[in-house]
């Protein structure tokens, strides 16, 4: 007779069960696959999930996927404003090559953030957060996020789930951007344009730089919306750049 599961094989188990349907889910186009947050919080009790990726230097959301907080209207505003006083935040920024798990609870206690105008104007009614945060370029952050109501700091237990998933989350979403890069026909012309874009530069800075007229430019980022289907600047960016990586 087969001997029944303890509790750590179990828990291993349903850790295995979430990635291989997040893996599963790659061709769905999400990045990162969209099921991965109600995966995190099957395994960690939490009153909300959020991945997100933010350029620092534009101040602009480049990807973000929310669950449990579907109501919550986030001042992005607040947040740049008192970004400083998020010392989590500030830390995950830096630059690093391999996954990093963190908690609030390692750089504030819950009465320290309550007191602080990030949490009133932003974070609120949250005070405890873990996150896993990914590698990525210069300036830029992508993480996910847990977020706790209560103000009860993530276990020790929890925060090794969160360290032993952190590698295969990276891969995950490195698989799910590549699944989403599909070639693109543009010319160089066009390609240069997009560069500039990515780097934020206003058509007055990109026609300098390319040495042509401000319509000329205009006319290159109509005819590459129309190859890629999209509309607006940003949506061509993420179409032909989605790794910053890649810029």
């Not at 986030?74 to 740049?80: G, N, R, S, T, V």
């Not at 970004?83 to 090559?97: A, G, I, L, M």
Request: aromatic residues 6%; proline residues 7%; glycine residues 4%.
């Amino acid at each position: 007779m087969t001997p029944p599961h303890t509790t750590a094989e179990a828990h291993l188990r349903r850790m295995a069960d979430v990635l291989e349907e997040a893996r599963q889910d790659l061709a769905s186009g999400g990045v990162p696959p969209t099921c991965l947050l109600p995966g995190l919080m099957r395994l960690i009790p939490c009153d909300a999930a959020s991945f997100s990726e933010l350029d620092i230097s534009t101040r602009r959301q480049l990807n973000a996927q929310d669950i449990g907080d579907e109501d919550a209207d986030l001042d992005m505003d607040a947040y740049w404003h008192w970004r400083h006083q998020h010392t989590q935040c500030t830390q995950v920024s830096r630059p690093h090559d391999i996954p990093e798990t963190t908690q609030m609870a390692d750089f504030r206690s819950v009465r320290e953030l309550r007191r602080l105008p990030i949490y009133t104007e932003f974070l609120a009614p949250h005070p405890t957060i873990a996150c896993v945060a990914l590698p990525t370029a210069p300036n830029r952050t992508r993480v996910f996020q847990l977020f706790r109501e209560d103000g009860k700091a993530f276990t020790d237990h929890e925060m090794t789930t969160l360290r032993m998933l952190a590698p295969h989350l990276y891969e995950l979403y490195k698989d799910a951007a590549r699944r989403r890069r599909q070639p693109v026909r543009l010319t160089h012309r066009e390609l240069d344009v997009l560069r500039c874009v990515a780097l934020g530069m206003s058509t007055a800075q990109i026609a300098a730089q390319l040495v042509v007229s401000p319509s000329t430019v205009r006319k290159h980022l109509e005819n590459a919306f129309g190859r890629l289907g999209v509309s607006s600047r940003t949506a061509a960016v993420a179409r032909v750049f989605p790794e910053p990586e890649a810029l």
